[in-house]
């Protein structure tokens, strides 16, 4: 089944421990990213990613790393994770040469709260 | 810049049509999209319309698009209980297919 998968679905952690939430896909998309959701801001871009080893700064990148070392993964790092990184977030992949109007398939959301 | 704003709340009862407004301030827009997140879960994308057309209809679905005033609607005609959800559009503008989403608007079903 064709899927994007993040692990793990639900976390709640303190204030300055690193954490990192994984991301796969199993579609051999090229385009990865990751989006936050909080109510009344719909979704805002935190980092995307075009291909291996290339990485680009969303909306509102402050205080997430991610790597993008294979094709199929794109973790979120949280070297020293806020209160204010408390939110829903949802990775997506998709691949421009799929269809051109390339969806974006999303992962089920890991809702991450720092207390 | 870019942005996209939804009204917040919307409630209709089941069987009526229920319009889903959408407005957008970048005219570089390629695609807009409607996107459905049920409770709990990611989202899904519903339809889809290219920015060179004013209107598409899928089933009980009917996208209109007013470039000119950058205005994006969804039409949900006989709305079901199932159809209760956050419905979100996005613009695609930006290079490596981002995506700039509104707020989301709540659709309540009444039965």
């Known amino acids: 089944e064709a899927q994007v998968t993040q692990n793990p679905r639900y976390l709640i952690t303190v204030t300055g421990k690193k954490l990192t939430v994984t991301c796969s896909q199993n579609?051999?998309?090229?385009?990865m990213s990751w989006y936050r959701q909080d109510p009344g801001l719909g979704l805002r871009q935190i980092y995307y990613?075009?291909?291996?080893?290339?990485?680009d700064k969303g909306d509102v990148p402050e205080g997430y790393k991610v790597s993008r070392k294979e094709k199929r993964n794109f973790p979120l790092i949280l070297e020293s994770p806020s209160p204010n990184q408390t939110s829903l977030y949802f990775c997506?992949?998709?691949?421009?040469?799929?269809?051109?109007?390339?969806?974006?398939?999303f992962g089920p959301g890991t809702r991450l709260t720092v207390l | 810049g870019e942005d996209v704003e939804q009204s917040l709340f919307l409630s209709v009862r089941e069987g009526d049509s229920s319009v889903i407004n959408c407005t957008y301030t970048?005219?570089?827009?390629?695609?807009l999209y409607w996107y459905k997140q049920e409770p709990g879960a990611g989202l899904q994308l519903l339809t889809y319309?290219?920015?060179?057309?004013d209107m598409k209809q899928d089933q009980r679905l009917t996208v209109l698009l007013n470039k000119k005033d950058k205005h994006l609607s969804l039409r949900i005609a006989d709305t079901q209980t199932g159809d209760s959800a956050i419905y979100f559009c996005?613009?695609?503008?930006?290079?490596?297919?981002?995506?700039?989403f509104g707020g989301g608007t709540r659709l309540m079903v009444k039965p």
């Open positions: 997506a992949s998709s691949s421009p040469g799929t269809s051109a109007h390339n969806e974006q398939f």
């Open positions: 579609m051999n998309h090229e385009y």
């Open positions: 990613s075009m291909n291996v080893e290339v990485t």
């Open positions: 970048d005219s570089s827009s390629t695609y």
């Open positions: 319309i290219f920015s060179n057309m």
């Open positions: 996005a613009e695609r503008v930006r290079a490596g297919n981002m995506l700039t």
